[in-house]
């Protein structure tokens, strides 16, 4: 029974984590596609960026890693132990540039390996190396940026960063 409600309550938070996760990347992710979409075609296909498009695509990654660190710092995971905002934000930082060579890597290979260079291509490189991100990225922050409060961990003798559900 005890082991159940243990269970139980490990997937409540699971189930939380995650919907908060997804609200901010959801608002993180308009930044980003925007962002990259407006550098790269601008309003009348020519955007500043318009044959740069890992230029584009590093800038609009850039803020749209701000807005989702502060998005999950004080909402997603606001209730975990906090460590330095400089060291914090580093990690996460470096995190975030991790999945952010896996996105450049496969705009890339759209780019310049199959020459694709049109919007559609674009947006579906870009809809790929997000989502394969974005699977690194929960798991890596929960893991490493945001810890599990110590009263968590003390209260059931266990650690659930690193339970089979993180």
Do not use: C, Q
Request: zero cysteines; proline letters at 3%.
């Amino acid at each position: 029974m005890k082991l159940t409600a243990a269970l139980a309550r490990r997937m409540r938070l699971l189930a939380g984590e995650v919907a908060k996760f997804g609200a901010v990347g959801a608002i993180a992710f308009v930044v980003d596609l925007g962002g990259f979409s407006l550098l790269r075609y601008g309003f009348d296909h020519h955007g500043p960026l318009e044959h740069k498009p890992l230029t584009a695509r590093t800038i609009s990654v850039v803020v749209a890693t701000v807005v989702a660190y502060v998005g999950n710092r004080h909402w997603t995971w606001r209730d975990r132990e906090r460590r330095a905002l400089h060291h914090e934000y580093a990690l996460f930082f470096v995190l975030n540039t991790a999945a952010l060579v896996l996105n450049l890597a496969i705009l890339a290979f759209v780019n310049y390996t199959l020459d694709l260079h049109d919007p559609v291509s674009n947006v579906i490189a870009n809809l790929v190396g997000i989502g394969l991100g974005t699977l690194i990225r929960f798991w890596s922050y929960r893991r490493f940026v945001f810890r599990t409060p110590v009263a968590v961990r003390e209260a059931d003798g266990s650690d659930p960063r690193v339970s089979s559900a993180a």
